[in-house]
């Protein structure tokens, strides 16, 4: 039985277990955190920094996805500088490369959309990278488009501990970094890839999607991976 | 006092402006508290003072960045309209390419020209090498997403300045009107 401990967060107090992520203790106490790179039953990599906390002692914000509870840890999730700075992350998604959602498939079906609405953002501060992004239709039914991908790397994630192909896997750092399938291959040369499109349905926005997808139709089931994981009892 | 309202267009192609006639009869109860006195549906008279200027399109030339500063100089609220205005969005698209290779896909490459010809006469603007928003240039006081707006949304954030209120978009559904 792992160690039970007293925590607080906002200000409350909660009695939990040793070994549970920030994240997850929040979930079970109806606390709500934005996530972008979180996906229920993939392993959490802290990749797109939305659920960044303030942890009292440590002047570094922390992720609530892959920081464990702590005994006496006093956690604040939702002080004005946390909105902010989530709002600034939304922000550089959006001008980091390019999101037309009115020619998106995704449009209205879409992670980061939801997320620009949820922390209040009405326009971007930033100027626009309007770096030139590839697009790669040659796998017979799947498209990705990098132009709109966060690098919130579920697709990679749930490839490789869900499907066990590992097609996906990243290159380069920063701006410059990519999602790549095999060794840098176009998508339709894949010995790896399967078809089985279950990154099409954690990706959370319009970067992955089954050809004949039209603009604002897209449909996914994340929700059906999410049972799949806890069938099979995957971690 | 009943107030001025400016609607004018940038680099957009209109459709916010057919979204600001989608309010319908209700352009009847903001004329009841302003008048429109400058907007290319009305005519196209010099820019007076005025209280709200709503903008739509991107900043595309350098005709545009004075056009804007005029705005903003004119108008106590300025508003972006429609997603070019807030991101560039489809106008901006141009900018993965140079200016050449832009109008040579227009205006000369394009399959359903017959009669390939690049405009180029000092009436027309000159492209700039970037489309940018609005916020680029000048201070956005208000900003009504969408490609385009709905009516509703127009109709909301007007009706909310003109009778001295302050427009509160989240409560509208935010970006999520696409
Ligand atoms: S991925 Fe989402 S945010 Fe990006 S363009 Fe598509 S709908 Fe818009
Ligand atoms: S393609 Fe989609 S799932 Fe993969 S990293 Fe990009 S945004 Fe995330
Ligand atoms: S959800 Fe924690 S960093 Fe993305």
């Known amino acids: 039985m792992p160690d039970k401990i007293t925590i607080s967060i906002n200000g409350t107090e909660i009695k939990t277990e040793e070994g549970k992520s920030i994240l997850s203790v929040c979930k079970e106490n109806d606390i709500h955190i934005p996530v972008m790179c979180h996906f229920p039953g993939l392993t959490d990599v802290g990749a797109c920094r939305l659920c960044l906390c ?24 939702h002080t ?44 971007v501060r930033f100027p626009f990278l309007n770096q030139e992004c590839a697009v790669d239709a040659s796998h017979p039914k799947y498209v990705i488009d990098h ?4 690098m919130c790397t579920r697709c990679v994630r749930v490839c490789s501990e869900v499907e066990g192909a590992h097609n996906w896997d990243v290159k380069n750092r920063g701006y410059n970094a990519r999602v790549i399938s095999d060794f840098d291959q176009p998508w339709g040369e894949s010995e790896t890839c399967t078809s089985c499109g279950k990154c099409l349905n954690v990706c959370p926005t319009g970067a992955l999607w089954a050809k004949g997808s039209v603009q604002g139709k897209l449909d996914k089931f994340p929700e059906k991976i999410t049972d799949l994981i806890e069938k099979r009892g995957i971690h | 006092m009943k107030k001025k309202i400016a609607t004018v267009w940038l680099a957009g192609c209109s459709g916010c402006h057919m979204s600001l006639l989608d309010m319908d009869e209700r352009i009847l109860d903001v004329l009841a508290v302003a008048d429109i006195v400058k907007s290319p549906i009305v005519d196209g008279k010099k820019l007076p003072e005025v209280d709200v200027t709503v903008v739509e399109g991107a900043v595309g030339a350098d005709e545009h960045i004075e056009e804007i500063k005029h705005i903003r100089k004119q108008s106590k609220v300025l508003v972006s309209l429609g997603d070019c205005a807030i991101n560039g969005n489809i106008s901006a698209m141009r ?14 490459d394009s399959d359903t020209n017959d009669a390939p010809q690049i405009p180029g006469c000092e009436d027309i603007l000159t492209l700039d090498k970037k489309v940018v928003p609005l916020h680029d240039i000048v201070k956005v006081d208000y900003y009504i997403p969408g490609c385009p707006p709905t009516g509703d949304m127009i109709f909301y954030v007007l009706n909310e300045i003109l009778n001295d209120r302050v427009p509160d978009l989240q409560k509208e559904g935010g970006l999520k009107n696409g």
């Open chain 1, 54 to 77: 303030e942890v009292k002692g440590y002047n570094k914000l922390l992720p609530a996805c892959t920081t464990l509870v702590a005994e006496n840890m006093e956690i604040q999730t």
């Open chain 1, 80 to 123: 004005e500088k946390l909105k902010e700075y989530r709002r600034v992350i939304v922000e550089m998604f959006f001008s980091e490369r390019n999101h037309m959602c009115s020619i998106c498939v995704a449009n209205t079906n879409c992670e980061l959309q939801d997320m620009a609405t949820e922390v209040g953002m009405q326009h």
């Open chain 1, 147 to 150: 132009n709109r991908c966060i």
């Open chain 2, 95 to 108: 900018n993965f390419y140079t200016v050449q290779d832009a109008l040579e896909r227009s205006y000369a």
